[in-house]
């Protein structure tokens, strides 16, 4: 069944009439448009998909649409502030820790969280931030000391 | 299909009763019907917004953990942590921080997979399971609750709205340990939970031992008491061990062979009664154990 509600989506209200089970990616990246948000593996193991729900990770391909209304999410659209890139991004690309770019915006939203709820990440911390998206491409190592650097500029 | 979010426990009962499916965070259901396993209800009643099913406090019977409680808070919550260790232990391997936080303590018992990780820790503990239906409410053991991969006694129309634990005496300890080939988004190949409390000599007073992944169930195993009361922690381990070993009915599949895992569940029933030991002692052995002394780890 359809059923139209709001979906708030980096502080915008979007209208998305859409069938109850339908994902919230296919709805970000179809009905909003918005497609900086990846679909890996549509099985909850790669994370190319994340986004933040109420400033908490969740795998986007694995959560109902509809279930998402009323509550606040973050794609990777979101984390710019105006026109500069936000620190995560820009150190990843400093460091070189993109590649291909596809697990890019999954990488960053996890680390976004990650840097909300931790002020000063080991890199034991940061390993596991990052444990639920894959890359197949950097080898991790540019990827974590991006984060890393990132925190540190972050303080 | 149908999707309703309750407001509250009486709206979700209500549906139940009327034949929906309670989704919380979704991360076994939703997966599950993206991935072809099957199709998603019918009708479904979103229950995450139940704030009283997310408390961790004093209940009738003991300290009530709600259903929405996620694996993120069991992990961090100081009381979890420090009375029901094992349980902490084990939502800090559930899949990664998204499944943590978002994933919750009710969906894993009552998905009722053997290889789920709260399982062993809540067995060892003596947790009871909360059931409410429009029509009342019952408190089930969990030797009782599940009763095959998948499948519990619960009615059609009971939620789950948490679990009660008692708190161990003094010199208790608990944890809970599982062979994995990858630190996240791993399920395990076996795991085994220990709860042991020790005498004023060091000696094992009582202990309770379950595990993982080797049975149709979550498997409690049996005369862990008698064969290891009054024993040494190293040599009560080794008992646990062999107890483990010879209960559990493992399969082989793509993940390891009924042999290795018949071996190695009895490597982890030892594991997790030294650690649960040496927590017992008072040796601050930081959650999860898997990651703090290396133990699990392929």
Same mark, same amino acid.
């Given at each position: 069944?359809?059923?139209?509600?709001?979906?708030?989506?980096?502080?915008?209200?979007?209208?998305?009439?859409?069938?109850?089970?339908?994902?919230?990616?296919?709805?970000?990246?179809?009905?909003?448009?918005?497609?900086?948000?990846?679909?890996?593996?549509?099985?909850?193991?790669?994370?190319?998909?994340?986004?933040?729900?109420?400033?908490?990770?969740?795998?986007?391909?694995?959560?109902?649409?509809?279930?998402?209304?009323?509550?606040?999410?973050?794609?990777?659209?979101?984390?710019?502030?105006?026109?500069?890139?936000?620190?995560?991004?820009?150190?990843?690309?400093?460091?070189?820790?993109?590649?291909?770019?596809?697990?890019?915006?999954?990488?960053?939203?996890?680390?976004?969280?990650?840097?909300?709820?931790?002020?000063?990440?080991?890199?034991?911390?940061?390993?596991?931030?990052?444990?639920?998206?894959?890359?197949?491409?950097?080898?991790?190592?540019?990827?974590?000391?991006?984060?890393?650097?990132?925190?540190?500029?972050?303080? | 299909?149908?999707?309703?979010?309750?407001?509250?426990?009486?709206?979700?009962?209500? =549906?139940?009763?009327?034949?929906?499916?309670?989704?919380?965070?979704?991360?076994?259901?939703?997966?599950?019907?993206?991935?072809?396993?099957?199709?998603?209800?019918?009708?479904?009643?979103?229950?995450?917004?139940?704030?009283?099913?997310?408390?961790?406090?004093?209940?009738?019977?003991?300290?009530?953990?709600?259903?929405?409680?996620?694996?993120?808070?069991?992990?961090?919550?100081?009381?979890?942590?420090?009375?029901?260790?094992?349980?902490?232990?084990?939502?800090?391997?559930?899949?990664?921080?998204?499944?943590?936080?978002?994933?919750?303590?009710?969906?894993?018992?009552?998905?009722?997979?053997?290889?789920?990780?709260?399982?062993?820790?809540?067995?060892?503990?003596?947790?009871?399971?909360?059931?409410?239906?429009?029509?009342?409410?019952?408190?089930?053991?969990?030797?009782?609750?599940?009763?095959?991969?998948?499948?519990?006694?619960?009615?059609?129309?009971?939620?789950?709205?948490?679990?009660?634990?008692?708190?161990?005496?003094?010199?208790?300890?608990?944890?809970?340990?599982?062979?994995?080939?990858?630190? =996240?988004?791993?399920?395990?190949?076996?795991?085994?939970?220990?709860?042991?409390?020790?005498?004023?000599?060091?000696?094992?007073?009582? =202990?309770?031992?379950?595990?993982?992944?080797?049975?149709?169930?979550?498997?409690?195993?049996?005369?862990?008491?008698?064969?290891?009361?009054?024993?040494?922690?190293?040599?009560?381990?080794?008992?646990?061990?062999?107890?483990?070993?010879?209960?559990?009915?493992?399969?082989?599949?793509?993940?390891?062979?009924?042999?290795?895992?018949?071996?190695?569940?009895?490597?982890?029933?030892?594991?997790?009664?030294?650690?649960?030991?040496?927590?017992?002692?008072?040796?601050?052995?930081?959650?999860?154990?898997?990651?703090?002394?290396?133990?699990?780890?392929?």
């Amino acid at each position: 069944m359809s059923e139209s509600f709001d979906l708030e989506v980096n502080g915008v209200a979007y209208p998305v009439s859409v069938d109850q089970s339908r994902n919230l990616l296919s709805v970000i990246r179809e009905e909003i448009g918005l497609t900086g948000t990846k679909e890996g593996c549509d099985d909850c193991e790669c994370g190319a998909c994340m986004v933040l729900l109420d400033g908490q990770p969740v795998n986007s391909c694995s959560y109902l649409a509809v279930q998402a209304q009323g509550r606040s999410i973050t794609t990777v659209e979101g984390v710019m502030q105006g026109d500069e890139m936000h620190v995560l991004q820009r150190k990843l690309l400093e460091e070189g820790g993109v590649q291909c770019g596809f697990c890019t915006p999954g990488m960053i939203m996890s680390a976004h969280a990650l840097l909300d709820r931790t002020a000063n990440p080991t890199p034991e911390d940061v390993r596991i931030g990052l444990s639920g998206n894959l890359c197949r491409c950097t080898g991790y190592a540019k990827i974590l000391a991006a984060v890393e650097h990132a925190a540190a500029e972050l303080g | 299909m149908s999707f309703l979010i309750a407001e509250s426990l009486d709206d979700a009962l209500a =549906a139940i009763a009327a034949g929906a499916r309670p989704i919380a965070g979704g991360t076994d259901l939703v997966v599950g019907a993206r991935h072809g396993k099957e199709a998603l209800p019918d009708e479904l009643v979103a229950i995450d917004r139940i704030d009283q099913l997310a408390e961790i406090g004093p209940g009738p019977g003991g300290i009530r953990i709600g259903a929405l409680v996620t694996h993120a808070t069991l992990m961090t919550d100081p009381l979890v942590v420090a009375e029901f260790t094992a349980l902490a232990d084990a939502a800090a391997l559930v899949g990664s921080p998204s499944t943590r936080h978002v994933g919750t303590l009710g969906g894993n018992v009552m998905n009722a997979s053997p290889a789920m990780d709260t399982g062993a820790p809540l067995m060892v503990l003596g947790a009871v399971a909360d059931l409410q239906s429009v029509g009342g409410s019952r408190s089930v053991p969990l030797d009782e609750l599940w009763t095959g991969p998948g499948t519990t006694s619960a009615q059609a129309d009971e939620l789950l709205i948490g679990v009660t634990l008692s708190s161990a005496p003094q010199r208790s300890g608990s944890a809970y340990v599982r062979l994995e080939y990858r630190r =996240a988004m791993e399920i395990a190949v076996v795991g085994a939970a220990a709860a042991v409390t020790l005498g004023d000599d060091g000696t094992i007073a009582a =202990a309770e031992v379950a595990l993982s992944a080797v049975a149709p169930t979550v498997l409690l195993v049996e005369g862990v008491g008698d064969a290891l009361v009054g024993r040494d922690p190293e040599s009560a381990a080794s008992a646990a061990a062999g107890l483990a070993g010879e209960q559990a009915s493992p399969i082989s599949d793509l993940r390891a062979s009924d042999s290795y895992r018949r071996h190695c569940v009895g490597v982890m029933a030892k594991r997790a009664v030294v650690a649960a030991a040496r927590r017992a002692a008072g040796e601050d052995i930081a959650v999860p154990v898997n990651r703090s002394i290396g133990i699990g780890a392929a």
